[in-house]
């Protein structure tokens, strides 16, 4: 059972925009900020999205990210094929003075 | 280019120890904290432990603390995880995982290493 809860399925066709949703409490995503993953089959995880909206270079701006409240989200519009992944959402908790990530959700592009 | 590589997996029994290590390169090692993040087969992410630039804050997580000890060496730009009293359940992919920051609640993990597979079985 993960601290930050995701769905664990998402999909859509290609150049359709999805989103994810992170949920969280008062002390990660309440009071920290969010970072997403992705990660390919086989591969190490790769930072897209920190600091709940910024992208590092290199990370296509078809990747956002938002947070409200003790939840965060990651839009992926102009779906591609090979955004096909996992993706896990990762904040600070206060509470557990530790991190934490969510379960993760498997995108499948149809 | 930055590098993390990890080593020092393997098949353990369970109650052995084990030390990983996390050699890294690239990029000015003490201006960053550190991280452990395992992988379960066929699991999600679990954060393990964090280290701050200096050594001066570090970070377990509730699942190991007591049981794994997280160092580094600045001069030798390493990073060390060292694995006591282990569980079937410590089974996973261990990777070396660089912050953005230098304390370890900044928790932004720019670089990861490809990880080291820890097995305990008897």
């Known amino acids: 059972q993960s601290v930050l809860t995701q769905p664990p399925s998402a999909s859509g066709t290609p150049g359709q925009r999805v989103t994810i949703s992170c949920s969280g409490s008062?002390?990660?995503?309440?009071?920290?900020?969010v970072s997403w993953y992705q990660q390919l089959t086989g591969t190490a995880p790769k930072l897209l999205i920190y600091?709940?909206?910024q992208r590092p270079s290199g990370v296509p701006d078809r990747f956002s990210g938002s947070k409200s409240g003790t939840s965060a989200s990651l839009a992926i519009s102009g779906l591609q094929s090979e955004d096909e992944a996992d993706y896990y959402c990762?904040?600070?908790?206060?509470?557990?003075?530790?991190?934490?990530f969510g379960g993760g959700t498997k995108l499948t592009v149809l | 280019e930055v590098q993390l590589v990890e080593s020092g997996g393997g098949l353990v029994q369970p109650g052995r120890s084990l030390r990983l290590s996390c050699a890294a390169s690239g990029f000015t090692f003490d201006d960053c904290a550190m991280h452990w993040v395992r992988q379960a087969p066929g699991k999600g992410l679990e954060w393990v432990s964090g280290?701050?630039?200096?050594?001066?804050?570090?970070v377990y997580a509730d699942s190991v603390k007591g049981r794994f000890t997280i160092s580094r060496d600045n001069a030798k730009n390493s990073l060390y995880l060292q694995m006591s009293s282990l569980r079937a359940e410590d089974t996973a992919l261990y990777y070396c995982v660089k912050d953005i920051g230098i304390a370890v609640s900044v928790y932004y993990f720019d670089y990861w290493g490809q990880g080291t597979l820890v097995t305990v079985s008897s």
């Open positions: 008062s002390s990660n995503i309440g009071s920290n900020t």
């Open positions: 280290i701050s630039w200096n050594s001066g804050s570090i």
């Open positions: 990762a904040a600070w908790d206060d509470s557990l003075n530790g991190g934490v």
């Open positions: 600091s709940n909206s």
